[in-house]
């Protein structure tokens, strides 16, 4: 059944003549028309949101955090209605699509507690100087299609809570949770406050340049965010950018092969490998190479590959036709330069739904494709190393500084691994684990910014500092 939805434009659920099918990428078939918005509908969400923007601002933040908190409420309590909805338009099986919606209603509630403190710089016998955080204005949010829920709730709640008001575009291939959820808001938040459009990729371009937006934050490739950059520096919008990675798992050889074997494997296929922190490069110590990469194989044996909406469906298909053909191409490449597959290999093309085997490489060269390239899909690379100086030259070798993580019994040494690695973050013994109250951003070109955290809710603010000269002759 295709459902139409609608977009939340001033608080009113708004239609446009234009629309888009939204499709389930495990059948191919659709299930969503939603609005195909252009330039007449974003400039009334942004005066929208400009001209709630001078209520909003000034409204106190502790008003602030009670409407955010029963934003949260909302999701949460519509959550079973949610998470199969995120299935459906997205693939990611039940289990981990109730996780999406349950972590992004947590997320939104512990958001909320942060706080923008005055800084006082100087108190003195003759100045008193202190440091307010004021609100940019109105951001524009660009949201993907791998965590569509996640990623739009971590723009919209730290920016309502700083005082700005937004305008978000979900991906058009993931728009449909996502305006479920403004349906469940639009009473809730004041008018103007979040407007949420739908649109073609063509969307995009006008939000980054719309005169009337003071700030993008953008989750996406990193090809997408140097066109952002270009596009917001005509009038120096403020910019945060979380873009690719190509994460390194370091495995020490005193990890432990069967405890780490199957979280190894999660690590990398979680959401069929679609995370931007997955583990898309893995170096296992030569001493347990072979023990270790063999287990993981295992564990994949016992993995289901299917529509997320099925029972025992483990790991669900590719979001959308064009990755799953980047994906195919990255395999093709491996198989056409005679690298050796632990599992997985063989795609068949012309099958419905866009499902890609679970693939695992046995100790590609560093230049491959595979390993060079950021994959986004079902695919792990396993290579060997010897030396702690080796592993960590090779980790660093690459143009992307999103995430890492260590597997060791030794601590201390995972950490003092951990501290030479060029990434915003680095797991020890864990992977995947975001904090709503640590930050989140990568180094060199996986972008810069930040999200989650006091240091994520800054973003969105300006510093003021104000001075009083005490004891002034006037």
Request: glycine share 10%.
């Amino acid at each position: 059944m295709t459902t139409t939805y609608h977009n939340l434009i001033d608080g009113e659920m708004v239609s446009t003549s234009a629309t888009m099918e939204v499709l389930n990428p495990a059948t191919e078939k659709a299930i969503g028309l939603v609005p195909s918005c252009g330039a007449e509908e974003l400039d009334r969400a942004v005066a929208a949101a400009r001209k709630a923007f001078k209520t909003w601002s000034k409204t106190p933040i502790d008003d602030r955090r009670k409407v955010i908190q029963a934003m949260s409420g909302a999701i949460k309590e519509n959550a079973d209605e949610l998470f199969r909805l995120l299935t459906s338009e997205q693939g990611k099986p039940h289990d981990q699509a109730k996780g999406e919606i349950y972590g992004a209603a947590g997320m939104v509630a512990a958001q909320s507690t942060l706080s923008l403190e005055d800084e006082v710089n100087e108190d003195s016998d003759t100045r008193l100087s202190r440091t307010r955080r004021v609100p940019v204005g109105v951001v524009g949010g660009i949201v993907p299609w791998n965590f569509p829920v996640m990623m739009a709730m971590q723009k919209i709640a730290p920016a309502m809570l700083s005082g700005c008001t937004i305008v978000l575009k979900p991906s058009p291939f993931t728009p449909l949770a996502t305006l479920r959820i403004a349906e469940l808001i639009k009473d809730i938040v004041p008018a103007g406050v979040v407007n949420i459009i739908t649109g073609e990729d063509t969307l995009g371009p006008l939000i980054t340049e719309h005169e009337g937006i003071d700030k993008i934050t953008f989750t996406g490739s990193t090809a997408t965010g140097k066109k952002i950059m270009e596009g917001a520096s005509k009038d120096l919008k403020r910019i945060t950018l979380e873009l690719g990675g190509n994460d390194a798992s370091i495995v020490l050889p005193d990890a432990n092969v069967e405890k780490v074997a199957e979280q190894l494997f999660w690590s990398s296929f979680s959401n069929a490998g679609q995370v931007c922190i997955a583990a898309k490069r893995v170096y296992i110590h030569e001493d347990i190479y072979d023990e270790l990469s063999a287990a993981i194989a295992e564990v994949a044996k016992g993995v289901t590959v299917g529509d997320g909406s099925q029972q025992g469906t483990g790991v669900g298909p590719i979001q959308n036709k064009k990755q799953f053909e980047r994906v195919c191409e990255l395999i093709q490449d491996a198989k056409d330069n005679g690298y050796k597959f632990l599992s997985g290999g063989d795609v068949d093309p012309s099958g419905t739904g866009y499902f890609v085997p679970l693939t695992i490489l046995d100790n590609p060269p560093e230049d491959a494709r595979i390993v060079a390239e950021e994959q986004f899909g079902p695919v792990m690379p396993l290579m060997k190393f010897s030396t702690d100086d080796e592993v960590i030259e090779r980790a660093n070798n690459s143009e992307y500084g999103l995430a890492g993580a260590v597997w060791t019994k030794d601590t201390d040494k995972g950490v003092a691994i951990a501290e030479q690695l060029e990434t915003g973050t680095v797991w020890i013994n864990e992977y995947m684990h975001l904090s709503p109250f640590a930050p989140f951003g990568g180094h060199k070109q996986s972008g810069f910014g930040a999200e989650y955290g006091t240091e994520g809710l800054l973003e969105f603010t300006y510093p003021q500092v104000i001075t009083v000269k005490k004891d002034a002759a006037v």
